[in-house]
């Protein structure tokens, strides 16, 4: 293959003397001097096998292979150059995917309020439901493999930053036509009744459990989830009683002939917080990421 005799290094010197015709002015934009440039140009040739450029008048002319390298990869290294300047001063008018953890109340709440933007330029944000583990979630953050993530609590980690996203609160859901429960809920009627558990999938303790403020009785579990969908299916469908964050519920509560109340306790709420490596705190990309996300929301509970 070219690139195993090739020093791709070569090339962008190459590039910049045929863009302006002259090794004098493109050691002047390269701020280096026109031996140096002499010198790569040569090797270059060397490496090729091909005469690059020839002297015409007091100046030098590309060859015809010349004309047809610079045609050939000189898009790729405008590609490269747009890449590596988006990165550094970020445009949403480039094109940018943002990969970003988010637990299943967020991504319910937030992928349709990204479809809907209209001020995302050319950038995506792709959500994914955050792993099963801390040490995978700080692994995938760390390596920049994902961007953000937006998960239940703070993290405690010298190389992590958090911050407060986005505070709710658990009502309890029931079919409309239900049998025994209409508009209201006692205490006695929610530990009668058969019930859902949601379990957390990083804790495996159910919401209700962690957030409540005075200690748990047991209830007559009937059925284990770990997707709030799934557990709201099954309250649409029989007399169990399903949780919900209010955020999830209002919205799809309606749609699925279901009743959203209060609990007949009190419960702490249910706090989701952005998380990212400090690495890409001053990331102009990130910033913009991170500012996007609240805003959306913002404009949702206000809205």
Not at 9 to 15: A, K, P
Not at 264 to 276: Q, S, V
């Amino acid at each position: 293959m070219l690139t195993n005799r090739v020093d791709l290094n070569l090339l962008t010197t190459f590039l910049e003397v045929y863009r302006l015709n002259s090794i004098t002015l493109a050691a002047e934009a390269l701020d280096t001097t026109q031996p140096t440039v002499s010198g790569i140009l040569k090797r270059l040739s060397e490496q090729l096998g091909e005469q690059l450029f020839v002297r015409e008048g007091r100046g030098i002319a590309p060859t015809s292979v010349a004309v047809q390298l610079a045609a050939d990869i000189g898009p790729a290294f405008i590609g490269i150059d747009n890449a590596l300047d988006n990165l550094k001063s970020f445009d949403i008018d480039h094109p940018r995917r943002f990969n970003v953890f988010v637990t299943e109340p967020m991504m319910l709440l937030l992928q349709p309020l990204v479809k809907a933007d209209k001020t995302m330029g050319q950038c995506q944000i792709n959500f994914q439901l955050a792993p099963p583990t801390l040490d995978k979630l700080f692994e995938k953050l760390g390596s920049q493999q994902i961007d953000l993530a937006v998960d239940l609590g703070r993290l405690d980690h010298p190389s992590y930053q958090s911050q407060l996203f986005h505070r709710d609160q658990l009502l309890v859901t029931c079919r409309q036509n239900h049998s025994q429960y209409q508009d209201r809920l006692t205490i006695d009627q929610y530990y009668s009744a058969d019930h859902v558990r949601l379990k957390l999938r990083r804790s495996g303790l159910d919401g209700v459990t962690m957030l409540s403020k005075a200690p748990m009785r047991s209830r007559n579990i009937t059925a284990v989830c770990d997707s709030v969908m799934s557990g709201l299916a099954l309250a649409s469908t029989s007399e169990v009683l399903c949780l919900a964050p209010k955020s999830i519920a209002e919205v799809y509560a309606p749609l699925l002939n279901l009743q959203a109340l209060p609990l007949p306790f009190a419960t702490h709420p249910l706090e989701h917080y952005l998380h990212w490596h400090n690495r890409t705190t001053d990331s102009q990309a990130h910033r913009w990421l991170r500012q996007k996300i609240v805003s959306l929301l913002d404009d949702c509970v206000a809205g």
